[in-house]
């Protein structure tokens, strides 16, 4: 227990200890205040959300002085946890201390203290944020979302009930009621991702119960968040393990992070990772997690970050149970470049080398040694020192020769390019003395919003009306001008008039609104200036609805449809069309294929069967029966059948899935494309060592066989479309990978592309920063997709909530796309529900958000009207095939795109 949680408790005598908890061997805690309240347990959840809990197990001692138990994971995750629970009390305030201990490595969707409150307790009341911010209504439709820290809920008689982590952290809202459990789960995530094996977590949470007047007074003094003066430079610590450096008015300084580069220097960065596990304390932030290895293998870390007197130190610890193939292993400090232009830098170690950064990209590697000092420009106000224990090979690296803007200090923590790196321990102790004092936040994540918003009210643009009208934009019904075909790059329709499309996602339960919800929504979508829907997560198996489920109804397969479901489906088109709206129709998303579609280790399928649906002859046999039952079915609203509606204008085959992305592992389908790519190798000559192939994307034989495979499939779904009378066109994926990805989509009519600005992280952190301050945005990724010669859509954009800055983005992109002459967009996402609400769900959703949607009918006239003008000159970037198909591809990350888009 530390210091500042041990005065709290000794501290809070006014707060009356209204809760009741009773502690059972399982180490399951249930409350009551009179009645009963709620249950908390440890929860263990797989890859594919199969749990597992502690309960109706006994564990050894008692909760009052620490009670072990162990408890098998669930499903397809390896070994068992091994837990220790300790709970104390004091002035009603209630805390437990979780530590577990995983046995084995394995991956987990989340390792969570879970605490269900009845939803009758809850009904018409809500759960918020400590600070108000956050405010998740408790209604007969679905709830759920994201608290940045403490939550509050609130109960009747005045009370409020208050969970959470001690020391700051996100929390999960769950509603239940989707999984047949009249409950609302609070989900505390203390590990998730890649979990290696003897890795431990710890984490303390705080329950307490008490009067609403007293309430104020108690989170002044548990939910207090950390604050930090804009002004002044910064070190953040988020839920993500990276720590960034913050100048003055928030300009970002610089970036420390730990990385490692396969084979054929493929790279992984800590954040391409799930979150790590770790602690908050008064004085120091701690992470427990692992690097995956491009190839096979991971590498485990602990590290922490504290404030000194003069700066900050961060500690590391890293270890490799078995030996891992790597050319290298680091830990980062990435600095852009941007005013460091001839500034010194100095490595001291047995000798002293400094170098200069030059003002034009010369040499990649600047300068390399042993130090245990790394001097960066010490006389400048943004000077910084770093001492370095024990003395360690630093490099010196100019990343412009990457397409990169960026000066990397690399502080090398192993790797051999010819032998594996062997099974061992690591240790990097780090302290920092920058020229400037700098402020360390530990809970960036939970930092105090700078923003005053004393004065602002709450405003919710209602779910089924529309403060304009540019329904006058639309030709109705759409259909009325014929099928949508594509000349060159434009899209235009049968009577040669062009097609610009302008519009949002529909996701999950948002595809079946009821008959009467439908109407509503087609009309406030066309009132602002919205004429396209693309239908997306309508196969989830997450969904209730779905095409596949119903309430409790359930298709036995993937390819049947709930007759309910799809009832609603074909009446929300029909109302969609009559206002004039087209259809973007996806086809394969989130299925989660079963046993009984008959596909191999359905148990073990990530949904969409990722990446396996792109070359497994039974998934596209099953994806071909999919789509053509959905396509020959005729809407007995409109009267047509799917395939030949054109009110139906684009399709693409497979949502964010390639082989240039997800690995290829599990059996028997490795196996599968082995023998097919050693076919492959022996008709081009190429020779394939004994041993099982590595489907790395390092190697270019390698890649140029999967960018076969990945084309093979792109003609297979093409061909079978147009033999089944499909007229419109038609797309592979749809996000910006690799130039091999972009040879393999030559043979598709359009190109697809997916970006987003403050993506939040898988534990709900944002960073909460400007798009139009950066010289590489998001447009530099979506550019990178547009293939001369065919028409762009960008079927997926968005600053998120709660993101302060995304009100900068809908004129804007409107902007770029009418310069640029695209050929529509649609935001991702409108919502995934249909529900009737005031509130926001997600962060991702923007149809109530006056930030966003608000702001729809001002950017549909500047798209759709044309109130940009095209751009005068046309700039084509050449990257030679070859090139593309030489590992490593080049990705989205091109110097040329960064400003050109705009220009």
Known sequence: MSPAIIALLTTLAPFAAALDIQAGQDGTLTLNDGQPLGRLAVVAWDAAWKNATTNGLKGEGSLADGLSLSFDLPGAAAGEARLVELLSSAAGLHRLMVEATFSQSTTLNAFSVQLDLPVARLLSRAVRSADGRTRLSIGEGRAGGQLPGLAVVELADDQALVFGFAGGGPLEVVDNRQFGSPTIGLRATLARGA????????????????????????????????????????????ASGTLSLLAPGGRRAGELALAVHGRNWQLRQQADEAPPSGDIEATQRSYAGALAVPGGGQIAYESAVSPTPTGFRLAYQLRRDQPVEVNSHQLSLSLPLDGLLGRQVTLVGEQQTTVTVPAEHDAVHLARQQAREVRLWPEQPNGLVIQVDPPTSVLIQDNRAFGSNLLEVRFELGGDMQAPLPAGQVALNLEFVPSTPVQVVLDADGARQTTDTSN?????????????????????????????????????????????????????????????????????????????????????????????????????????????????????IYCLEREGIYIYLDQLVHRKFTAADGVASADKLENAAKPYSNFDPKLIEVQKEFSRKLLEHVNPYTKKAYKDDPGIVLMEFANENDLMTQRVELEPYRSQLEARYRT???????????????????????????????????????????????????????????????????????????AYHDHPGRDGSFQNSAH???????????????????????????????????????????????????????????????????????????????????????????YRRGDVAAARETVTVHLPRQRALTAPSPGSGLRALELTPEV
């Open 772 to 862: 139009l301050g950066q010289v590489g945005t998001m447009l530099q990724t979506l550019s990178f997709n547009r293939l001369v010669g065919k028409p762009f859509f960008v079927s997926e954009w968005d600053t998120p909530w709660p993101n302060e800055w995304r009100a900068e983005l809908p004129l804007w992109i409107a902007a770029i796309a009418a310069l640029q002459q695209w050929n529509g967009l649609t935001v991702y996402t409108y919502r995934h529900s249909a529900e009737p609400t005031d509130i926001l769900s997600g962060s991702f959703e923007t149809f109530n958000d006056p930030c966003r949607f608000g702001l729809f009918p001002a950017a549909a006239l500047i």
């Open 195 to 238: 979990i290696t094996a003897g890795q431990r977590v710890k984490r303390a949470l705080l329950l307490a119960q008490v009067p609403a007047a007293e309430l104020p007074s108690l989170l002044t003094k548990l939910a207090a968040p950390a604050s930090f003066d804009p002004a002044r430079p910064a070190l953040l610590a988020n």
């Open 680 to 754: 492959w190798a022996r008709g081009q000559g190429i020779e394939v060592p004994a041993g099982a192939v590595r489907f790395d994307l390092g190697q270019t034989p390698v890649l140029r066989f999967l960018v076969e495979v990945q084309a093979d499939y792109y003609r297979e779904m093409t061909r079978f479309m147009r033999e089944l009378g499909v007229k419109i066109p038609l797309t592979g994926s749809n996000w910006s990978r690799n130039a091999g990805l972009l040879a393999a989509l030559e043979v598709v009519d359009f190109t697809d592309s997916h």
């Open 456 to 572: 602002w009210f709450a405003w919710s643009m209602p779910w089924d009306a529309a403060p304009v009208d540019l329904s006058f934009l639309n030709h109705k019904p759409a259909g009325c001008r014929g099928f949508v075909r594509r000349e060159g790059e434009r899209f235009l329709f049968e009577d040669g008039s062009e097609a610009r499309f302008w519009g949002t996602c529909f996701s999950a339960g948002a595809n079946f609104p009821t008959h009467e919800q439908a109407e509503l929504i087609a009309r406030r979508l066309a009132r602002f200036g919205v004429n396209i829907v693309r239908t997306h997560h309508a196969d989830a198996d997450w969904s209730n609805p779905s095409f596949f489920r119903f309430g409790e109804q359930r298709s036995p397969t993937t390819t049947e449809f709930v007759p309910e479901s799809l009832d609603r489906f074909d009446y929300l």
